[in-house]
């Protein structure tokens, strides 16, 4: 039996580009991260999701598909939380970069990491 101190980071994605209307597929988050996992040698859980918001100076209509994916400590394959942020943050910047995104949550079981176009230019 192995076991790990519990450490988790998930990055919130919104398929929606920018402000427009142009959106991505789930099927196109699930090829990127099978991409990055391939080439890094890494797991990953993926859960489509949608995120409700207000209607605001008239960009939205208050919903927007998007998924979670999520990255776990875990025991099998140990990694220090500092690498699993790291990944996190770099997979994160990926997406930004091939969704057209303005920014990206990721959130960890101890802090909120938001990542922004203005980080990867």
């Known amino acids: 039996m192995k076991i790990k101190k519990t450490f988790k980071a998930d990055i919130f994605l919104g398929l929606r580009e920018g402000y427009s209307q142009n959106t991505h597929s789930i099927e196109e ?3 990127l991260c099978k991409d990055y996992c391939d080439k890094v040698g ?3 859980t993926i859960t489509p999701t949608r995120f409700i918001y207000s209607k605001g100076a008239g ?3 208050g919903w927007e598909d998007g998924s979670i994916v999520g990255l776990i ?3 099998r394959f140990p990694q ?3 690498d699993i942020v790291g990944t996190a943050i770099e997979l994160a910047k990926l997406f930004l970069v091939q969704f057209k ?3 990206i ?3 960890t079981t101890d802090q909120t ?5 203005e980080d990867v230019l």
């Not at 990491?113 to 176009?117: F, G, M, Y």
């Open 29 to 31: 988050v699930y090829q």
């Open 42 to 44: 890494l797991c990953v």
């Open 59 to 61: 960009i939205s209509d």
């Open 73 to 75: 400590a875990y025991p």
């Open 80 to 82: 220090s939380k500092y």
């Open 101 to 103: 995104q303005n920014r």
């Open 105 to 107: 949550s990721v959130v």
């Open 113 to 117: 990491i938001l990542v922004e176009k």
